[in-house]
């Protein structure tokens, strides 16, 4: 099945009981057993929900692993992942992870004897150098935010396989559409599906895809032990999104290549981080590993003045955190998302104030480069 097929087929289809064609909201916490113990494989909707279960089934024929979790947000689903592990082991990370991943790791699970490393895994090296006796797991994000950093997930997934680690990618960015990590040895996948997965900005929910049956139980015991799972109408709402992301993805895509080519051409912007841009660093390790760039770009207008008169000034780009909606987004990290690294990182990492973030959505391309053009003036 290709992949634009399997967004429709994947996954379980429709209701066998009625004929619908869209799989029902199951509202329901219980189970009603014809026996103790006999039931039709539900007992208690923690434990298992048909509408969840078609969302997981979907997502795990996406990812092409072997089982698929759904959780009430892209943390929950990373929280659950990271309690496969056990007091005093390590973790590498990306050092530019998502920054509830990061304060996850700093704030919470140190806590609790886990142990992280943070490091730019776009260099082998540096990974290499930061296994320890302990390490257990490496963590990657690929494309980064904001910087769009591209790590070799099949060099890391490598690494990890000769001294016994979990390869985990964070795959928010690429989505399944562009990016399927498993296939590249990756171990599990996580998604924050509030972004592209769900797609319009209504649902918060994340997922997450393993590639074995000793991870999927171990990840099943853990996903109704701690139980953040996804209600059913959240679980609805992203198979619902999933069903158009092909499409989405696509039109994201256009529309991004034009928004580069003009920024490109514009005299204030002083740098454009996209990984479709054959200057950009990683570009080909990103073109042999996924099958297009995404909509994420960022850009440097040169002073954090300009970067907030350009905020202000826009239409159509809606000033907010979050991306992969259908209505552009456009961001600050200096400010926002970003605000809690201090000045002298952040300059290190490049994230200057005059760094604006967009998430390219689905409007009229003319109507983004017309709104851009007047903002930057
Ligand atoms: C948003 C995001 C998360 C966290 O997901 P939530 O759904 O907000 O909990 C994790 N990773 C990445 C890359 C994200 O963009």
Do not use: C
Not at 259 to 267: E, G, N
């Amino acid at each position: 099945m290709r992949k634009k097929t399997k967004l429709i087929h994947g996954g379980i289809t429709g209701d066998e009981a009625t004929g619908a064609v869209s799989v029902p909201i199951y509202q329901v916490s219980t189970y009603k057993q014809e026996a103790v113990g006999k039931h039709k494989g539900y007992e208690y909707s923690r434990t298992g929900n048909p509408t969840r279960h078609a969302l997981e089934e979907v997502i795990k024929d996406l990812e092409n692993g072997e089982a698929g979790f759904a959780f009430s947000s892209g943390m929950a689903a990373i929280s659950s992942v990271m309690m496969l592990l056990s007091a005093g082991d390590h973790i590498i990370l990306t050092d530019d992870v998502y920054g509830g991943s990061y304060r996850l790791m700093n704030k919470v699970l140190n806590r609790f004897g886990l142990e992280a490393t943070f490091v730019d895994t776009s260099n082998l090296s540096e990974v290499k150098n930061a296994v320890k006796a302990n390490t257990k797991m490496i963590y990657i994000e690929t494309p980064t935010n904001p910087l769009l950093k591209i790590t070799d997930i099949q060099e890391i997934a490598t690494l990890a396989k000769e001294k016994n680690l979990l390869t985990v990618v964070d795959n928010t960015f690429s989505t399944p559409y562009w990016q399927t990590p498993i296939d590249l040895g990756a171990d599990i996948v996580i998604h924050s599906a509030t972004k592209y997965i769900g797609g319009h900005s209504d649902v918060v929910a994340g997922l997450a895809v393993v590639k074995t049956i000793e991870l999927a139980n171990g990840l099943h015991f853990v996903q109704n032990s701690v139980g953040g799972t996804i209600g059913p109408q959240d679980a609805w709402l992203l198979m619902r999104g999933i069903k158009t992301l092909g499409i989405r993805m696509e039109e994201i895509e256009e529309n991004t290549k034009k928004l580069v080519s003009f920024l490109k051409a514009h005299d204030k912007v002083t740098k454009i981080y996209y990984p479709g841009l054959p200057s950009h660093k990683g570009h080909d390790i990103h073109l042999e590993q996924a099958s297009g760039f995404g909509g994420m770009i960022s850009f440097d207008v040169g002073s954090g003045e300009l970067a907030e008169k350009v905020l202000k000034k826009v239409k159509y780009f809606t000033l907010a955190e979050s991306l992969g909606a259908v209505e552009s987004l456009i961001s600050l990290p200096a400010k926002m998302t970003h605000a809690s690294i201090p000045a002298e990182r952040r300059a290190e990492l490049g994230i200057t104030d005059g760094l604006i973030r967009i998430s390219v959505g689905l409007e009229d391309v003319d109507d983004l480069i017309e709104d851009l053009q007047q903002a930057l003036e």
